[in-house]
């Protein structure tokens, strides 16, 4: 009997991803592993290098002499500060949201508490008055941006909106793994995880008595697009494994 391992995500990125035999040597004694998502042979890990600790300098306060003059009357003009609820607050702007990712959402205008919010599996978020709207693969400031637009544009004057990341969703999406293997059933894929066939199988349970491991079927797709399913064979007890479509 045939192993087989379906890779199912709800990101696109995992459709986009092109098939690429692996073609690097593998090390003596061994056979060189497939990555489930990249269909690349992962690298060599390296050791770290060691950490430079950093220098401290030693700081004296300087003493700031305090006015007690009048201010003058063209002060009233100067730019004021923001609302105290802002102090400190920077936007995001390097992180993108995805699916899963826990934010809170404040309209200072309403003098309303955060308002937690998930971004849901479609990539979109509820927002008060505007309903859905799309939310992955935005910064926190581009979706505060966005948002702030589409108030204004009917609700507010002018609208200050404050979206912040409370929890990051540390799964990038599942695989799926059945035949002979000792556990079949979801196996869970962390961001940044190289996951391959080799450590998918060893997660679950290892082959089983009756398992073919010359013919170990790897179908890699996005959910709901049959069109860019991409069905595969791999030999588990070669050096190289070979790969046949």
């Known amino acids: 009997m045939r192993t087989v ?14 098939l690429r035999s692996a073609s690097a040597a593998a090390p003596a004694g061994g056979f060189t592993d497939f990555g489930v998502l990249t269909g690349e042979t ?21 003493a700031t002499p305090i006015s007690t003059a009048p201010p003058s009357a063209g002060s009233t003009n100067a730019p004021t500060t923001g609302p105290a609820s802002l102090s400190g607050y920077v936007p995001d702007d390097k992180y993108k949201l995805r699916v899963g990712d826990k934010i809170s959402l404040q309209i200072l205008e309403d ?3 955060p308002k937690g919010l998930v971004i849901a599996d479609s990539g979109e978020m509820d927002a008060p008055y505007v309903g859905r709207v799309a939310a992955t693969d935005k910064t926190c ?26 929890v990051a969703n540390k799964l990038l999406g599942r695989i799926y793994v059945w035949g002979q293997v000792r556990t079949q059933g979801p196996i869970d894929l962390n961001v940044n995880e190289n996951l ?16 073919n491991k010359k013919r170990v079927q790897v179908i890699r797709g996005a959910t ?17 494994p070979s790969i046949s479509r």
Do not use: C
């Open 224 to 240: 709901g697009q049959p069109a860019g399913k991409q069905t595969f064979l791999l030999n588990m007890i070669e050096k190289e």
């Open 42 to 62: 992962p690298p060599a890990s390296t050791p770290n290098p060691p950490k430079a600790e950093p220098a401290t300098v030693p700081q004296t306060a300087a």
């Open 141 to 166: 400031k581009q979706l505060a941006d966005e948002l702030k637009t589409q108030l204004e544009k009917e609700y507010y004057y002018r609208a200050t909106v404050v979206i912040s990341l409370d």
């Open 196 to 211: 391959t066939v080799g450590k998918a199988i060893l997660r679950a349970g290892g082959f089983g008595d009756f398992a």
């Open 111 to 113: 003098r309303d508490a």
């Open 5 to 18: 391992i379906s890779v199912i995500s709800a990101l696109a990125i995992v459709a986009s991803v092109a």
